[in-house]
């Protein structure tokens, strides 16, 4: 019903700069909350950056002041924009949706990941 593709990953220098897209097909509610979360080899995956359909932001403190999340509505699409890059922000960045239905009732969705790797 709902896919997200990611694209944007790459390698970069430390201090770089990587802008990573998600679009998203399918039926999507108005109101629902999109995202980007990161997952290193061996841990788990964590929220780097949510926005609401409303244009809330809410972000991890490790990215706060270097990655900014907004959203195109109209096109269903997510966008992360990763700056000042930290090998420590090396990992697999997967797009998120929530669909809400009703307070603390959702559906996720998830796309396929797309790989960022900050490395000299």
């Known amino acids: 019903q709902v896919q997200l593709v990611e694209s944007g990953g790459g390698l970069v220098q430390p201090g770089g700069s990587l802008r990573l897209s998600c679009a998203a097909s399918?039926?999507?509610?108005?109101?629902?909350?999109m995202g980007w979360y990161q997952q290193a080899p061996g841990k788990q995956r964590e929220l780097v950056a949510t926005?609401?359909?409303?244009?809330?932001?809410n972000y991890a403190d490790s990215v706060k002041g270097r990655f900014t999340i907004s959203r195109d509505s109209a096109k269903n699409a997510v966008y992360l924009q990763m700056n000042a890059l930290k090998p420590e922000d090396t990992a697999v960045y997967y797009c998120?949706?929530?669909?809400?239905?009703?307070?603390?009732?959702?559906?996720?969705?998830w796309g396929q990941g797309t790989q960022v790797t900050v490395s000299s």
């Open positions: 926005i609401t359909s409303g244009g809330s932001t």
């Open positions: 998120n949706v929530k669909r809400y239905y009703s307070r603390g009732v959702y559906d996720d969705y």
């Open positions: 399918g039926t999507i509610f108005s109101i629902n909350v």
